[in-house]
């Protein structure tokens, strides 16, 4: 396998072109982050780590490059390395955040407003 220029800019991401498989683009600077390729043309940003618990590499996607710049996926990266030194693992600390957001969403008036609806349904009769 060719070693590949690590990617110093957003200048040098397009010299990286879709091939037969995907594969992976360090960043300089960034250990640990890098662009995957892939064959349809699609670059997204991979964070790749060992997580302190359960001592197995791990991936994190960090979004699909344009939407996620260079930069932003550089500021993304030196978050999850600020996890990982107080031992937390960035994708449980992701879902966490994911499930927090979802039952407080369960908690709002348009959540009781349909299952209200849902129950007038199951209960009303049906004109015939």
Known sequence: MEQRKPISSDRSISSHKAEDKEYLVPVKGCPK?????????TKSWVYRYLSPTYSKNRRLSLGVYPNVSFA?????WRENEDFITKGLDPKEHRE??????????????NHFAWEYFDTLEQTQKVNS
Do not use: Q, W
């Not at 982050?33 to 043309?41: A, D, E, H, I, T």
């Open 33 to 41: 982050l890098y662009l995957m390729v892939r064959p349809n043309g």
């Open 72 to 76: 932003r996926a550089c500021d993304i």
């Open 96 to 109: 966490e955040i994911r499930h927090i957001l979802v039952s407080k969403t369960k908690n709002s008036f």
